[in-house]
């Protein structure tokens, strides 16, 4: 908003059900005086296709309105509010991860604007690094549970489980490994066989991951 001269901002998110976007967020110019529309704003919820976010969602392309005071806006939900503290025109910019609309960006202003098709670029490209962003989230926190769920399943197998580098190091134990060396895995890790058996079964041990390193 400072950047570009917008006095209004906020983003819409998928509400729980993944039904409707409601206002997660909002920033505005603080000579402006617009926390009652803000706080009126929370109230909303946009399903596909109503309003302006609604809109945007639908459509996944960013939209510009130059008038949301008039219910043939399509922002009609809102015409009064937007009446009441004098905002004008507004535009509406996707943020796109894994080809789906994660929320939606609006942003007002109180004079009349005419479509900006620079602006509209500048800020749209705000958007993509955004999703580029929640896209990595997604990816790291859908890797963090997958390994947690594997490493569910291996503390709570029968079997003797472990993972090592190829100098015989160990990177992973599982809880049958702590119980056999009467060790913590944060002891383990990193340490080899001759840390923990004698020289003869640890050569055993290195001969034989030799092996599965060939």
């Known amino acids: 908003c400072e950047t570009t001269g917008w006095v209004h901002g906020e983003a819409w998110l998928l509400c729980s059900d993944c039904k409707s976007l409601e206002c997660a967020v909002s920033w505005s110019e603080p000579s402006e005086k617009l926390e009652g529309f803000a706080k009126k704003s929370k109230e909303f919820k946009f399903p596909p296709g109503i309003g302006l976010p609604g809109s945007v969602w639908s459509?996944?392309?960013?939209?510009?309105?130059?008038?949301?005071?008039?219910?043939?806006?399509?922002?009609?939900?809102?015409?009064?509010?937007?009446r009441k503290f004098n905002l004008k025109s507004a535009i509406g910019i996707p943020v796109i991860a894994n080809d789906e609309v994660v929320a939606v960006?609006?942003?007002?202003?109180?004079?009349?604007?005419d479509e900006d098709e620079h602006?509209?670029?500048?800020?749209?490209?705000?958007?993509?690094?955004?999703?580029?962003?929640?896209?990595?989230?997604?990816?790291?926190?859908?890797?963090?549970e997958s390994e947690e769920r594997l490493r569910s399943i291996l503390d709570n197998a029968t079997a003797i489980i472990y993972i090592k580098d190829i100098h015989g190091g160990y990177t992973f134990v599982n809880r049958q490994v702590e119980k056999l060396l009467h060790r913590k895995r944060d002891e383990?890790?990193?340490?080899?066989?001759?840390?923990?058996?004698?020289?003869e079964i640890?050569?055993?041990?290195?001969?034989?991951?030799?092996?599965?390193?060939?």
């Open 105 to 113: 960006l609006c942003f007002f202003v109180r004079e009349l604007r």
């Open 202 to 214: 640890a050569n055993v041990h290195l001969e034989n991951d030799r092996k599965v390193i060939e």
């Open 119 to 144: 602006l509209l670029k500048l800020i749209s490209t705000v958007g993509v690094q955004l999703g580029i962003v929640i896209q990595r989230k997604q990816t790291e926190d859908a890797l963090r």
């Open 59 to 82: 459509s996944k392309k960013p939209e510009w309105r130059r008038d949301v005071t008039v219910t043939a806006s399509g922002n009609f939900l809102r015409a009064v509010l937007t």
């Open 188 to 199: 383990i890790k990193g340490k080899t066989s001759y840390d923990f058996f004698p020289k």
